[in-house]
């Protein structure tokens, strides 16, 4: 896959492309990652990337100009032309307005050949770039971010680690929490490992050595070798966290009775 980045901070990225799967991603060659600093791409004197919005208010809005001339350099097809014919390249505009960022829309976009992010900055951008440019908008949570750099790295980082070879342990990506959901289906592992896949559940706990520190033990059943214990329990776990946390993740996921039951003995019901 290739990445290209449009932003006025580039050594921003210099940080999260070095470290971890994303460096290792890219020294094995199956992400190919570009940055392009916008004001190279500005014609006055003082690199001007933003202006004030036409009808007044408050903030400044990114230039259109910049954007268009990067994309064009870029060689990147015509938004009509890349729809029309379903292309794997993707122009993403990062935006508060735009859709929340999900794990089935982390596996849309692992599957593309190319991704070009903007990071927005400040107010916003000119809209002509959402309406003529860019073929969707992504936005990382139901907040506000000084700019798109932070939402360009999670999404890199998101995609990256679904492309075919990144992770080490690829079966580890398909046990994550929220994988099964974006998938549609409840997933399970019953075998010797003993362990269980999240189910579009939260992840259950986890534990390592040494057994007790300072007082803390590791839960019993995890040490005494039984593995439909340590499996039954780390599903019950997973349901808890889940009802405490993220009970808006319980409505979609198909429960087996089993889990039903744990549900039942979790909230006190019969």
């Given at each position: 896959?290739?990445?290209?980045?449009?932003?006025?901070?580039?050594d921003?990225?210099?940080g999260?492309?070095?470290?971890?799967?994303?460096?290792?991603?890219?020294?094995?060659?199956?992400?190919?990652?570009?940055?392009?600093?916008?004001r190279?791409?500005?014609?006055?004197?003082?690199?001007t990337?933003?202006?004030?919005?036409?009808?007044?208010?408050?903030?400044?809005?990114?230039k259109?100009?910049?954007?268009?001339?990067c994309?064009?350099?870029l060689?990147?097809?015509?938004?009509?032309?890349?729809?029309?014919r379903?292309?794997t390249?993707?122009?993403?505009?990062?935006?508060?307005?735009?859709?929340?960022?999900d794990?089935?829309?982390?596996?849309?976009?692992?599957?593309?050949?190319?991704?070009?992010?903007?990071c927005g900055?400040?107010?916003?951008?000119?809209?002509?770039?959402?309406?003529?440019?860019?073929?969707?908008?992504?936005?990382?949570?139901?907040y506000?971010?000084?700019?798109?750099?932070?939402?360009?790295?999670?999404?890199?980082?998101?995609?990256?680690?679904?492309?075919?070879?990144?992770?080490?342990?690829?079966?580890?990506?398909?046990?994550?929490s929220?994988?099964?959901?974006?998938?549609?289906?409840?997933?399970?592992?019953e075998?010797p490992?003993?362990?269980?896949?999240?189910?579009?559940?939260?992840?259950?706990?986890?534990?390592?050595?040494p057994?007790?520190?300072?007082?803390?033990?590791?839960p019993?059943?995890?040490?005494?070798?039984?593995?439909?214990?340590?499996?039954?329990?780390?599903r019950?776990t997973?349901?808890?966290?889940?009802?405490?946390?993220r009970?808006?993740?319980?409505?979609?996921v198909?429960?087996?009775?089993?889990?039903k039951?744990l549900?039942?003995?979790?909230?006190?019901?019969?």
């Amino acid at each position: 896959m290739k990445v290209d980045i449009l932003t006025i901070f580039p050594d921003f990225f210099r940080g999260p492309l070095d470290y971890g799967i994303l460096r290792r991603a890219r020294e094995a060659g199956l992400v190919e990652v570009s940055i392009h600093d916008l004001r190279d791409f500005t014609r006055d004197k003082h690199r001007t990337v933003d202006d004030r919005p036409f009808g007044g208010g408050e903030g400044m809005v990114l230039k259109p100009e910049p954007i268009f001339e990067c994309i064009e350099k870029l060689n990147v097809p015509p938004r009509a032309e890349r729809v029309a014919r379903r292309s794997t390249e993707s122009v993403i505009l990062l935006s508060a307005q735009g859709r929340r960022l999900d794990q089935a829309l982390a596996q849309e976009l692992a599957v593309l050949e190319r991704v070009i992010l903007i990071c927005g900055r400040y107010e916003g951008v000119d809209e002509r770039v959402s309406e003529h440019l860019a073929d969707r908008e992504i936005s990382i949570g139901d907040y506000v971010l000084s700019g798109g750099e932070l939402g360009a790295a999670v999404i890199l980082d998101t995609i990256t680690r679904l492309i075919p070879g990144a992770v080490g342990n690829e079966a580890s990506t398909r046990q994550e929490s929220f994988t099964a959901r974006a998938n549609g289906t409840e997933q399970r592992s019953e075998g010797p490992s003993s362990t269980c896949a999240s189910g579009g559940l939260l992840d259950y706990p986890h534990y390592t050595r040494p057994a007790e520190f300072r007082g803390m033990t590791v839960p019993e059943v995890l040490v005494n070798g039984n593995h439909d214990e340590i499996r039954r329990w780390r599903r019950r776990t997973a349901l808890e966290k889940t009802l405490r946390n993220r009970p808006d993740l319980l409505d979609p996921v198909v429960l087996s009775e089993e889990d039903k039951k744990l549900l039942a003995q979790i909230t006190g019901k019969n």
